[in-house]
């Protein structure tokens, strides 16, 4: 077996998660990584799009969740990017980052960053 890695980098959205009920409420950019590992070879073999994971639907699957739900952790919405996009793709594994460049803390960051891992 071949494994194939797709990535969607840095995916921009603006969403309303957050652990403060301002962040919640104004909202906020966030960025996204996806990884998807899966099979291809048949897609390969065959030159055939339709084997292969449709980069868009992967973004508007992240762009729905990002959207229309609301998390209080980041942890929660990544875990949850993760396991549909591999239930939904046929994945072997499925990596996802979210970041988020406004922290609101008291301090110098450039962002924080939760990463999670699902395998089938």
């Known amino acids: 077996m071949v494994t194939y890695k797709i990535s969607l980098e840095n995916i921009r959205l603006y969403g309303y998660h957050g652990a403060t009920q301002n962040e919640r409420e104004l909202g906020q ?10 099979d291809l070879s048949e ?11 449709n ?3 992967v973004y508007k699957l992240v762009e729905a969740e990002v959207v229309n739900e609301r998390y ?7 875990d949850k990017i993760a396991r549909d996009v591999l239930r939904e793709f046929g994945a ?6 979210v970041r988020k460049p406004s ?3 008291a301090g110098s ?9 699902h395998t089938a």
Do not use: G, N, Q, S
């Open 72 to 78: 209080h952790l980041l942890e929660a919405m990544a």
């Open 103 to 105: 922290v609101p803390i």
């Open 92 to 97: 072997l594994e499925v990596l996802v980052r």
């Open 43 to 53: 897609a390969v073999k065959a030159d055939d799009m339709r084997r292969t994971v």
């Open 29 to 38: 950019r966030f960025e996204i990584d996806v990884e998807i590992a899966a």
């Open 109 to 117: 960051i450039d962002h924080v960053e939760v990463e999670v891992v």
């Open 55 to 57: 980069y868009e639907a």
